[in-house]
């Protein structure tokens, strides 16, 4: 039986180095989803013995281009950053000074920080609590964890620079391939929230 489960070998003489050099110029580039659906994988593994799973190393901003990270392949996580034609990851940016005159006077990111910082805080459609982990000036990190198990999601502000007054985000769970909409039902209780408040949608969701 041992024999089934054998690997056939073969015997390469000088064409060794040539084969090598041909399979090494064929490997494809890891794209950026695939680092991040792999680490993924890897948190999953570990949540085997700790619920909570690991802060995946791929949260902040990334570089180039200047964003949030993409969205693993899993269906438990939206992001500003993915294409419009992701339904399934993708969610439009908010923004805290809109166009459409619900303003009666312009608010500074530092304002809009402390309306975001007070809904985040006080609001739970999900029963999970959130912790603010990290806060810098331009960007929020927190974290929810749910009342059983122990399960965390990471979620994720970021006030870009520039003219306009807009914040992306990115919510996600640590493990796992499916959240029920957990995520997305989230982000939408959020901006309930601050529309409340004078804030708005760039686009429908």
């Not at 039902?185 to 686009?203: F, P, T, Y």
């Amino acid at each position: 039986m041992a024999s089934i489960f054998m690997r056939p070998s073969f015997s390469c003489c000088s064409s060794r180095g040539v084969a090598s050099h041909r399979k090494e110029s064929r490997a494809p580039k890891i794209r950026r989803r695939e680092v991040i659906l792999r680490t993924s994988e890897i948190a999953t593994l570990a949540a085997i013995f700790h619920f909570s799973g690991s802060k995946p190393n791929y949260l902040g901003v990334q570089k180039n281009p200047p964003s949030l990270a993409l969205c693993p392949a899993t269906n438990n996580c939206v992001s500003t950053s993915e294409e419009k034609t992701d339904s399934n990851h993708y969610a439009p940016p908010w923004n805290y000074n809109p166009q459409d005159g619900r303003r009666k006077k312009p608010i500074s990111r530092e304002e809009a920080m402390e309306e975001l910082l007070q809904v985040v805080t006080s609001t739970k459609p999900d029963n999970f609590t959130p912790k603010i982990v990290e806060k810098k000036d331009d960007y929020i990190r927190v974290e929810y964890e749910s009342p059983i198990l122990g399960l965390v999601d990471d979620v994720e502000f970021w006030f870009p620079s520039g003219n306009k007054s807009i914040v992306e985000y990115r919510s996600a769970s640590r493990v796992g391939s499916v959240d029920f909409d957990i995520n997305r039902k989230r982000i939408k209780a959020i901006r309930l929230a601050l529309e409340k408040k004078g804030w708005a949608s760039e686009s429908s969701f």
